[in-house]
């Protein structure tokens, strides 16, 4: 890889981290580019160069989030070889995102991201089902060490996953943090895992 790709895709992700962390306190009604560009230490035409419009730099903000929860299953399949351990560090990991980026439920679950955009929906549709494939595959590989039941189905208990974030999430985000995410999610992994492993 060129150096100059290399710098582009560096200067691409910082856009895009500048954009979410803009979306956490003001929404995407809010968002512009002069805003992106003074964050990031640039002019707006420095912005242009990368993402010629905010719906694009929308786009990169989409991208960076399922890069992120995808990255988290890799980088927590490294760290543990226990299939239970690896979904409960991945929750852990999930809900801290969440809790750093208050933009995320909002950008996820939000008509204003979709609307007019059916191609950014289709993305996001694709980031939640690749997210829900890597779970799923910690699962069948549960499976196979006998860590998890083999009755189950993978894609199904990875749904039911994701389920144990996604309302906390919500009520976090809508409680002004009044809701415990944190307490949630230890209380949630305890019901759920006791369901992977009883028969």
């Known amino acids: 890889m060129s150096l100059d790709k290399l710098n582009t895709e560096i200067r691409q992700e910082q856009i895009a981290q ?19 560009a003074r964050r990031v230490g640039l002019v707006p035409s420095g912005i242009y160069r ?15 989030i399922f890069s992120r929860l995808v990255n ?40 204003e991201v979709y609307d007019g955009s059916p191609q950014r929906k289709a993305r996001i549709y694709e980031g939640v089902a690749m997210y829900l494939k890597k779970i799923a595959e910690i699962i069948k590989e549960g499976q196979l060490k006998k860590y998890i039941r083999k009755d189950l189905d993978a894609d199904s208990v990875s749904v039911m996953f994701l389920g144990m974030i996604q309302p906390a999430a919500i009520l976090w985000h809508i409680s002004d943090e009044q809701f415990d995410i944190n307490k949630h999610a230890e209380k949630a992994w305890i019901l759920f895992k006791e369901s992977l492993v009883k028969i």
């Open 50 to 64: 990368h993402f010629p419009s905010k719906e694009q730099i929308i786009d990169a903000v989409v991208d960076l």
């Open 72 to 111: 988290n299953v890799t980088e927590i399949c490294k760290e543990t070889q226990d299939p239970l351990d690896q979904l409960r560090k991945l929750l852990v990991r999930h809900v801290e995102m969440i809790r750093e980026n208050h933009a995320i439920p909002r950008i996820i679950f939000s008509e």
């Open 18 to 36: 500048a954009a979410l962390s803009l979306l956490n306190n003001h929404g995407i009604k809010k968002l512009s580019i002069i805003n992106v």
